[in-house]
């Protein structure tokens, strides 16, 4: 990606770009202010060569804790739909598209000390950009699964709307693919939360289907 100024994560990369140098280098990024106030970076998870490639928001209140990526109840919903969609998760690489936790602390007193999620910013998601694109080059997976407008933000730029190309495969740079589908916490939002399940594994079934059939690497 060019970067036109000297923000941003470009200039945390390490010559090195396998996913174990890049985890190295991105827990110390500070390409954005994300990182003043988060817990610790956290950075995608699963195996190199991995052939279906998840890209989240950013990380929430228990996987800042934690520093695993959907780990939370979002997590909970990703894993039950990945296993009926027949997508092996020791086969997928999950990250997000923004690498620190955004939150608004309240007051004590306001629902406890909850810290509330913020929606990244633009900025923020171009900032972090570099650390997701080292990742896609890392693991070469056959597709990229986007989940949500951030990540389609980060993956397809700001033309994709998600909620007219949703499953639906497309090219996403490099002759790679990339199938876009609601984030799993809409669903936990969602009045009907049975519909948008269904919704969300149909979506997941799709990216399953543009996936060539597993290739000897
Ligand atoms: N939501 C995300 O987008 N990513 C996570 O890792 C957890 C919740
Ligand atoms: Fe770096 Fe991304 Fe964290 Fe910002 S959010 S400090 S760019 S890792």
């Known amino acids: 990606m060019a970067s036109h100024s000297n923000t941003g994560a470009a200039r945390f990369l390490p010559v090195k770009r396998d996913l174990t140098e890049l985890r190295h280098a991105a827990a110390g990024c500070r390409g954005c202010d994300l990182y003043r106030n988060a817990t610790q970076t956290v950075f995608g998870k699963g195996p190199p060569g991995a052939r279906f490639l998840l890209v989240g928001e950013q990380p ?15 997590g909970r919903v990703l894993d039950r739909a990945l296993a009926e969609a027949g997508i092996d998760r020791e086969a997928v690489y999950v990250t997000n598209a923004v690498k620190h936790f955004k939150f608004e602390q309240l007051k004590s007193g306001q629902r406890g000390k909850r810290r509330i999620h913020r929606k990244p910013s633009v900025g923020e998601i171009m900032a972090c950009r570099p650390w997701l694109e080292a990742e896609i080059d890392a693991v070469d997976p056959d597709v990229v699964v986007v989940l949500g407008a951030t990540a389609a933000r980060a993956v397809l730029g700001p033309g994709f709307q998600v909620t007219r190309r949703r499953g639906e495969p497309v090219e996403c740079g490099e002759g790679r693919l990339a199938v876009a589908t609601i984030h799993p916490s809409a669903i936990l939002r969602a009045d009907d939360r049975e519909a948008a399940y269904a919704g969300f594994l149909a979506d997941l079934e799709a990216a399953a289907r543009a996936a060539p059939p597993a290739r000897a690497r």
């Not at 929430?60 to 979002?74: H, K, T, Y």
């Open 60 to 74: 929430g209140d228990q996987e800042d804790l934690r520093g695993e990526p959907f780990v939370g109840p979002a």
